[in-house]
């Protein structure tokens, strides 16, 4: 079942880009645990593979179940979402020019500021929430990729993708979306204009909290190309067991994600009738700024909340006395997490950054699981004053 767009979404992250194993009929697809592949003459090797860091069966069905799920024609993998974000970017010159959302992990702020920028390549931070400040950011001829989150990481503010869509390719630039916080299944934003979608596959693709790993997907089969070759000129590959390990994850995408989108809307609802918490971001809830918003563009809210308890020493007492929401940075996973991003995610996020983006110290972010709904609700409970 390659390709057959008329299936729904259940029955692609069940199905696409696999067939069963040719020699045995083996339902799974196999690991393949190989470095290289034997040819049977020089230079003619056996369906195109002759290297794994260039090509692998495994990792090659995994790009195309994702494919499948955000509705594009080419997935390629990384070893993480940052190594996949990094291969857009290394595509560019010095003297080229990025717009980003200010808001995007801390990892990723990190990687342009301190490593892709001493290559002279050059970034502006804006809110994308803000249309406006985006047109201001753009230079003409320069700007070549907009890069945005929505919602963003920790501070859950959506940017109208179709707008951001119009704003970059009116500037001839790519829009590059990080779709890791909503998943496919609650939102594609190829659908409304992005040229290339960013997955960090150690989050809810996966799902099991137990690899690391990133995946683009882009219509465009030149961009497609463009990026294959980075990727094999540059080395950052994924290994054949965490592409099977995401493999088998994506296949309960849709079942967990109803899950953590009910628990999502449950906890960000009793954090909000709740006095000890100043304010709940969750573009779920009808307080939301963007509600309106989030309501056209993603078909669930997911299992992020951040909130807002005044002081970093709250914040850590509550991130330090939960017993379910176990204290570890990263999120997506079956089970529910909780961190503080001012000293874990964002930590090496400037001052001045966090500032502007109103990241107190005060923030604490949750990972919202799959576990019963009532006892994370008194989790909550009992750690909060």
Not at 289 to 303: D, E, N, S, V, Y
């Amino acid at each position: 079942m390659s390709e057959n767009p008329t299936f729904r979404f259940g029955t692609l992250a069940v199905h696409a880009g696999q067939e069963p194993e040719p020699t045995t009929g083996a339902i799974m697809t196999p690991i393949f645990q190989t470095s290289t592949y034997v040819q049977p003459a020089v230079a003619e090797p056996k369906l195109g593979y002759d290297y794994a860091r260039v090509a692998n069966p495994t990792t090659q069905t995994l790009e195309r179940n994702i494919a499948a799920l955000e509705g594009g024609k080419h997935g390629i993998a990384f070893a993480s979402g940052l190594a996949a974000i990094e291969a857009v970017v290394k595509r560019l010159s010095a003297g080229d020019h990025v717009v980003s959302e200010e808001n995007t992990y801390g990892g990723t702020t990190r990687m342009f500021t301190r490593v892709l920028a001493k290559l002279g390549i050059e970034f502006s931070f804006v809110n994308t929430s803000d249309p406006a400040a985006v047109r201001k950011a753009v230079r003409k001829g320069k700007t070549k990729i907009l890069h945005v989150e929505t919602p963003t990481n920790p501070m859950m503010r959506l940017c109208d993708l179709r707008v951001m869509s119009e704003i970059a390719h009116e500037a001839s630039a790519l829009l590059l979306v990080d779709n890791t916080f909503a998943s496919p299944y609650n939102q594609r934003p190829l659908e409304m204009g992005a040229d290339v979608i960013m997955h960090s596959t150690t989050k809810y693709l996966n799902g099991h909290s137990d690899i690391i790993g990133g995946m683009l997907v882009v219509n465009d089969d030149a961009l497609a190309e463009e990026i294959a070759f980075v990727r094999k000129s540059t080395g950052a590959v994924p290994g054949p067991m965490d592409a099977w390990l995401c493999l088998r994850g994506t296949k309960t995408l849709h079942v967990r994600m109803e899950r953590h989108n009910a628990n999502g809307i449950a906890v960000a609802k009793y954090l909000e009738s709740h006095r000890g918490v100043d304010r709940v971001l969750y573009p779920g809830l009808a307080s939301h700024p963007q509600h309106a918003l989030a309501r056209t563009q993603m078909k669930g809210f997911g299992g992020m909340v951040s909130i807002d308890v005044g002081t970093l020493a709250r914040a850590k007492a509550f991130a330090e006395t939960t017993r379910v929401f176990q204290l570890a940075e990263s999120l997506g996973g079956v089970e529910s997490l909780v961190s503080v991003p001012a000293l874990m995610t964002h930590a090496s996020v400037p001052d001045e950054l966090k500032k502007s983006m109103g990241l107190t110290p005060g923030i604490v972010r949750l990972s919202v699981g799959i576990e019963d709904e009532a006892d994370l609700l008194e989790d909550l409970a009992q750690a909060l004053p």
